[in-house]
Nanobody
Framework: QVQLVESGGGLVQAGDSLRLSCAAS????????MGWLRQAPGREREFVAA????????YYADSVKGRFTISGDDAKNTVYLQMNSLKPEDTAVYYC????????????????WGQGTQVTVSS
């Protein structure tokens, strides 16, 4: 098993920035990709960003490209999500996720997930 613990969420105003962190522990050697999903009330779960350790290579949802940056440290089993120019529509619970097999961006194929951290962006 892999345990994921997120931190860094909060309440900010539109245009502000936040940095989310996720620390992985356990059988982390079994994971090839880590990333972030989000879910807002009444909305479907949405893929946000991911980073594959081989490469590394990054992936982003169109809605966050140019504003969010994912980075990570494979040796420390940690992944970050730098969120700039935040918008009210970015308000959601953000979940750190990890994949044992990576077939591309998806909100449903992950193998492990954290408890989530709330990000609220006021207008």
């Amino acid at each position: 098993q892999v345990q994921l613990v997120e931190s860094g969420g909060g309440l900010v105003q539109a245009g502000d920035s936040l940095r989310l962190s996720c620390a992985a522990s356990g059988r982390t050697f079994a994971t090839v990709t880590m990333g972030w999903l989000r879910q807002a009330p009444g909305r479907e779960r949405e893929f946000v960003a991911a980073i594959t350790w081989s490469g590394p290579r990054t992936y982003y949802a169109d809605s966050v490209k140019g504003r969010f940056t994912i980075s990570g440290d494979d040796a420390k089993n940690t992944v970050y999500l730098q969120m700039n120019s935040l918008k009210p529509e970015d308000t959601a619970v953000y979940y750190c996720t990890a994949w044992k097999t990576w077939i591309g961006p998806s909100a449903y194929t992950y193998d492990y997930w954290g408890q989530g951290t709330q990000v609220t962006v006021s207008s």
